[in-house]
């Protein structure tokens, strides 16, 4: 079973940049894939970038797109969300996933809070 650890939250006003991190212990990162989630307040939580096993394909939702870059170090058994050009719309609390066989993400972090200010 693999323990996901989040990390790099804060406050960053509108159009500064924060760099999140999900480590692991207990198994071998990249051969999970990676998914980065968001809920705000009162809102589901959303995928808002997804990383595939040793290919490293990648997936961003519209919101995040051209602005997110997610990617792994294997070498840290880490991923990581780069977020530049932040917006106040993107102030959520952050949790990393990764899929077990299911096909769901059955391991989730503790999440990370991030708070954009205007």
């Known amino acids: 079973q693999v323990q996901l650890v989040e990390s790099g939250g804060g406050l960053v006003q509108a159009g500064g940049s924060l760099r999140l991190s999900c480590t692991a212990s207990g198994r071998t990162l990249s051969t999970y894939v990676v998914g980065w989630f968001r809920q705000a307040p009162g809102k589901e939580r959303d995928n808002v970038a997804r990383i595939g096993r040793n290919t490293g394909s990648t997936f961003y939702a519209d919101s995040v797109k051209g602005r997110f870059t997610i990617s792994r170090d294997n070498a840290r058994n880490t991923v990581y969300l780069q977020m530049n050009s932040l917006k106040p719309e993107d102030t959520a609390i952050y949790y990393c996933?990764?899929?077990?066989?299911?096909?769901?993400?059955?391991?989730w972090g503790q999440g990370t809070q991030v708070t954009v200010s205007s």
């Open positions: 996933a990764a899929m077990g066989a299911t096909g769901k993400y059955d391991y």
